[in-house]
């Protein structure tokens, strides 16, 4: 079956230190990626995703690149904010012959700290 | 102006009793969902509805009924509640069920099992 392997967190780092969160997948066919976002007591929202091999997604600085080959989805920003200070979700959503799934990482927490 | 609400924000209730959360979305989408978060942050998805039909329904106790009186609202039902089902419970809506198109999630219900 489908599943999405995160790094464990938490993750703590100093305000503009480099971020990776990594996140490998297994899937049959071919899934889209997806990386959301949940800030403390709120829901998830989405912060980028790709849906096929070699795209890139991109927003608020973060970057994540759809690895095929090394099935992998790594979430990174180049200068982390204490404002970005939340969990972090790796997903990869399938759908084909009527059947639909979605699967989450277990989330990563990270900490910016001043 | 709110995207997908979410009532009540928190529940707590002793063991036996019935409960119910209600979701709205205004976003004129055709998909809704429930997913269950533990305090472990583990995302789970539940049930998903299609323009009022259910389309996915995974392992859930039977104690567990959605309900969706139209495209708009989607509620959970919890019956002989235990002190399991202590978690967060997201209300998500998506413009169709393929998962490859963003989802938008409420604010989350915290519900207490004492």
């Known amino acids: 079956g489908n599943s999405v392997t995160q790094m464990e967190g938490p993750v703590t780092l100093s305000e503009e230190a480099f971020l990776t969160i990594n996140c490998t997948y297994t899937a049959t066919g071919y899934p889209s990626l997806f990386w959301y976002v949940q800030y403390p007591g709120e829901g998830l929202q989405l912060l980028l995703k790709?849906?096929?091999?070699?795209d890139k997604g991109s927003n608020k600085g973060f970057e994540a690149t759809y690895r095929k080959e090394t099935t992998s989805f790594h979430l990174e920003k180049g200068s982390v904010q204490v404002s970005d200070s939340a969990v972090y979700f790796c997903a990869l959503a399938y759908s084909g012959a009527g059947s639909y799934q979605l699967t989450f990482g277990k989330g990563t927490k990270l900490s910016v700290i001043p | 102006d709110t995207a997908v609400s979410q009532t009540p924000k928190y529940l707590v209730t002793q063991m036996g009793n019935d409960k119910s959360i209600k979701c709205e979305q205004n976003l004129g989408h055709d998909t809704m969902y429930w997913y269950k978060q533990d305090s472990k942050k583990f995302l789970k998805i539940m049930f998903s509805?299609?323009?009022?039909?259910?389309?996915i329904n995974e392992t859930v106790p039977n104690r567990f009924s959605p309900k969706s009186p139209d495209k708009a609202h989607l509620n959970l039902h919890i019956n002989s509640l235990e002190l399991g089902d202590s978690a967060v419970y997201f209300c998500a809506s998506s413009p169709d069920p393929r998962f490859t198109d963003t989802q938008y999630f409420g604010p989350g219900t915290r519900l207490t099992v004492l």
């Open positions: 509805y299609n323009n009022k039909e259910l389309i």
């Open positions: 790709a849906t096929k091999a070699d």
